[in-house]
């Protein structure tokens, strides 16, 4: 999947977040029937500081540290009894992070410590669609690399499990061969009742050849009451294990090394850490890799969370403001509904929506398993298509414009080039020419497989947008 508008989502309307009613001070807050999650602004990972960011009334904060991370009430009692919070010692530790290689350039998202954070971000998105709840936070990791990265969170009302989505971008202008990630939690389920801190972690499955693409890890407890917290993912690239704590080697967890367990069938009564760990090869420059995983709250709602994780829907990545209408048809399996702003139908309408990051929703009932699984994909709906300012038209020009063969870009000789980046775009915003590190004052374009028609274009430099406008292909 090619990298569109991610380069460009720092510029979109901060304040329309902050409007959301499950946000306070820059954190997201998400409230479902039996599932509470608190999603923190900077680092993007399940746990905000109470501090800064008191808990909305009607929630239920349990925890021996001052992070709201996740609860949840599968006993299904109003929240008489709940299990959680998940990581309540006074050092908690729940997070992601990433590797490149085995030594190279690496950075860890987690509450241990009272917030590291290696990749720096916020909360672009908060979303509530019928019964969907939906969040996005974007971060880019900039120490040794250039890495960005989009999480989404997702929680349909009813559910005891919710989905976590990650795309990472490589910014950087060379090939990453091997890239990691891992998501990492010390499970103590119920510690604040029962003041045990060790959980029963289980390998359920793993990846076979031939076989089962599941990944489970799972952390029981059983005392006061039967509890559980599985990591769960249906994707040939990722592997559960248990072992350690303060995990932050992405390599070494992938691959099993040091004190790290894979095993299927593996048993250990312990207060250490589970984990997922996945592996990117051969990102290329300006691509990005996504991939999804289960945080599960009951055993009886992992093959309901594993049947959602096979729910898929592509979308542009951008679309203009006063583009058109157009229909949605990236949703798989076939037979879904869609949802969302601006979406009426499968037809989504910029103008609808309104500028700014939105979620569309896609939605799908397996009426064999009985399970319903949504999954969502952003658009970047972009206001500034169509409108030129001087400055803007003074920086950057196109001639011929309209043109049938090649024309050329000419940027002002009054810019200072850094990191210069031109990029075109069709109507409804997907991305059919790009050129990176541009370091001379003009650049040629040739029509090749463009069809005839409206084209956008932008022009960035030094990471700020100097110019945009329309061509046109004869």
């Known amino acids: 999947m090619k990298h569109t508008n991610l380069l460009f989502s720092g510029l979109l309307l901060f304040g329309a977040t902050a409007m959301k009613a499950q946000m306070v001070n820059g954190n997201a807050y998400i409230k479902g029937t039996g599932v509470e999650i608190g999603i923190d602004s900077l680092g993007g990972f399940e746990g905000c500081g109470t501090g800064v960011s008191p ?164 952390a029981t407890q059983a005392a006061p009451w039967f509890s559980s917290f599985t990591f769960v993912a249906a994707d040939t690239n990722f592997v559960a294990g248990y072992g350690g704590f303060t995990n932050r080697d992405g390599s070494d967890m992938y691959n099993g090394a040091s004190s790290f367990t894979q095993t299927t069938g593996s ?32 055993s009886s709602a992992v093959d309901c969370a594993i049947s959602a994780l096979g729910v898929s829907l592509t979308t542009p990545n951008m679309v203009y403001l006063n583009a058109p209408a157009f229909a949605l048809t990236g949703g798989t399996p076939a037979g879904g509904t869609y949802s969302g702003p601006g979406v009426t139908g499968n037809m989504f309408d910029p103008s609808a929506a309104g500028a700014g990051v939105t979620d569309v929703i896609y939605t799908y009932t397996d009426s064999v398993a009985g399970c319903t699984g949504s999954t969502s994909s952003s658009i970047h709906v972009d206001v500034a298509a169509g409108i030129s300012s001087t400055a803007a038209a003074n920086t950057v020009s196109v001639y011929p414009n309209p043109f049938s063969n090649e024309a050329t870009v000419s940027f002002s000789k009054d810019v200072k080039l850094s990191n210069a980046e031109f990029h075109v775009y069709d109507l409804v915003g997907k991305e059919v020419i790009r050129k990176m590190d541009i370091r001379t004052n003009s650049i040629r374009i040739e029509q090749g497989e463009l069809t005839p028609g409206v084209y956008f274009y932008r022009f960035i430099n030094d990471g700020k947008e100097a110019g945009s406008g329309k061509m046109l292909v004869k």
């Not at 299904?76 to 490149?100: H, K």
């Not at 019928?130 to 120490?143: C, L, M, R």
């Not at 250039?146 to 976590?164: A, G, M, S, V």
């Not at 207060?271 to 289960?294: H, R």
């Open 55 to 218: 808990v909305p009334a009607g929630m239920h904060f349990r925890s021996d540290n001052p992070w709201f991370g996740f609860v949840a009430n599968p006993q299904n009692n109003a929240w008489a009894s709940f299990d959680g919070d998940f990581f309540t010692p006074g050092s908690p530790e729940n997070g992601w992070g990433f590797e490149i290689g085995t030594a190279g350039a690496s950075g860890a998202n987690n509450c241990a410590d009272f917030g590291t954070v290696g990749a720096t971000g916020r909360i672009v998105n908060w979303q509530h669609t019928g019964t969907t709840y939906s969040v996005d936070w974007e971060g880019d990791a900039i120490t040794g690399t250039n890495l960005h990265f989009r999480i989404n969170y997702l929680l349909q009302e009813t559910d005891l499990f919710y989905i976590t989505t990650v795309t990472v971008v490589n910014n950087t202008t060379a090939t990453i061969p091997d890239l990691y990630y891992y998501r990492n939690l010390d499970p103590d389920n119920n510690e604040p009742i029962s003041f045990d801190f060790t959980t029963q972690n289980t390998i359920v499955s793993q990846h076979v050849a031939g076989g089962t693409a599941v990944a489970e890890v799972t």
């Open 267 to 298: 048993v250990n009564y312990a207060d250490e850490a589970i984990y997922l760990a996945y592996l990117v090869q051969n990102l290329a420059p300006g691509d990005s890799a996504t991939f999804k995983f289960c945080s599960v709250f009951d």
